[in-house]
């Protein structure tokens, strides 16, 4: 299910949240170590932001969807979340059964925590385990353990959360293939209702990309990859969670709705430091961000530190960093490169599309379904190249 919008006024919000306990040496999101003194000011600075954004369109029948993602949200004090919750529904309103997700760390969940998550409406938990093996956890410099992340679980069920998300990373150089077959085991048998598995990236200019340039630790193997991408497809399918998209698995029904709706080209508010977010563009004119109608949309991008995003916002009244309009051709190329990633696939709309989508179904890289294409087991290990010939099968020209 897609998020509910329109095109003046987007069904989801996301709201980044930057803090957390520790850095992950892997990690390059926009975070913030130990900033606690910072969490009222920039709560403050977000509610700020969101008043600037509210003429982009209040939904109908308010949002679908709100993420809180980050950095750790479930750091924030639920005071501070109830203030930024009861802003939103002030200047968007929430439409009722919409999921509001949170982000958190194993350490520091308990029963009470969830409880009051719960009582703020908040309704779905996406709970960083990465590994239950305590020697990929020591590697990966997670601030848990496979007990902790453990009993986060038990307290998320005690509570009573019936959507819970877990994050797993494979590929792991501590973490050979069997080893990360027992712990996606152990996870199943706490019964996740989706669990997104993502392979290891070194992102340029981290603490681990530099470790590995000076040969401190290995480099992920790309044999782990594929053998441990395909384990994890097998171990979850038979588990009834069904790869709803490249790296994310689910029961059905308990996909996620916010994610959904960037996947299938969606528009969507952010607020907050290192946010991004997608408009139309009639409705970024309403926030002063001017491009030419002929355009589809406007992405945009805050800045990335907290501090510098409070004393922006306290100026400008927002923390736009930059934006930059997508035209026809560029939107085709997304929607084609997200739409692939789904198990439902995407709509073909033109001929070199149809044609390029034949030469792939002869290599069993896809399924064609009248005007609809979906990459098979085979093409999601080779995604790239597939999107790759669909989006040279669309000539620019036809695009216009
Ligand atoms: S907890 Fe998540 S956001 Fe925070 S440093 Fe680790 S990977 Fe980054």
């Known amino acids: 299910m897609i998020a509910e919008s329109t095109p003046d006024a987007p069904g989801s919000l996301y709201l980044h949240v930057p803090f ?6 892997y990690c390059d999101f926009a975070i913030h170590i130990g900033d606690d003194h910072l969490h009222q000011a920039y709560v403050e600075a977000v509610i700020s932001e969101l008043d600037h954004l509210a003429p982009a369109g209040r939904p109908p ?67 960083g385990i990465q590994s239950l093996n305590d020697r990929a956890l020591r590697w990966l410099g997670r601030n848990h353990d496979s007990a902790g992340a453990e009993a986060a679980l038990v307290a998320a069920a005690k509570a009573g959360l019936e959507n819970v998300s877990c994050d797993l990373i494979y590929a792991i150089p501590e973490q050979p293939t069997h080893v990360f077959q027992e712990g996606l085991e ?20 981290t603490p681990l990309a530099r470790s590995i340039a000076t040969g401190r630790v290995a480099r992920p193997q790309e044999q782990d990859f594929i053998e441990q991408h395909r384990l994890a497809r097998e171990l979850l399918e038979n588990a009834g969670l069904f790869q709803y998209e490249v790296s994310n698995y ?62 922006q916002v306290r100026t400008r009244g927002h923390g736009r960093r930059g934006f930059e309009a997508i035209d026809r051709d560029q939107a085709e190329v997304e929607r084609l490169a997200c739409g692939l990633r789904l198990r439902t696939g995407v709509l073909l709309s033109m001929p070199g599309q149809v044609a390029g989508a034949e030469r792939l179904a002869q290599l069993g890289l896809v399924t064609v379904a009248g005007q609809r294409v979906a990459a098979t087991a085979k093409g999601v290990e080779v995604l790239d190249r597939v999107t790759l010939e669909l989006v040279t099968a669309t000539p620019a020209r036809q695009l216009k």
């Open 20 to 25: 957390c306990a520790t850095r992950c040496p």
């Open 61 to 127: 029948a308010g949002l679908d969807t709100v993420y809180l993602g980050g950095g750790t949200p479930g750091l924030l004090e639920p005071a501070l979340l109830a203030k930024l919750l009861g802003a939103v529904e002030a200047k968007f309103g929430i439409s009722t059964g919409a999921e509001i997700t949170i982000e958190a760390n194993p350490t520091g969940v308990s029963e009470e925590l969830c409880r009051s998550w719960q009582a703020l409406g908040i309704n779905r938990l996406s709970l």
């Open 186 to 205: 152990r996870l199943l048998s706490y019964s996740p209702q989706h669990v997104s598995c993502y392979e290891l990236t070194v992102e340029p200019n």
């Open 250 to 311: 689910a029961h059905p029904g308990r996909e996620s709705r916010h994610n959904l709706s960037y996947w299938q080209g969606g528009h969507y508010l952010a607020a907050g430091c290192g946010g991004h977010g997608f408009l139309s563009t009639s409705a970024a004119g309403r926030l002063g961000v001017e491009v030419d109608t002929h355009n589809v949309g406007v992405r945009y991008w805050n800045l990335r530190s907290a501090s510098t995003y409070i004393k």
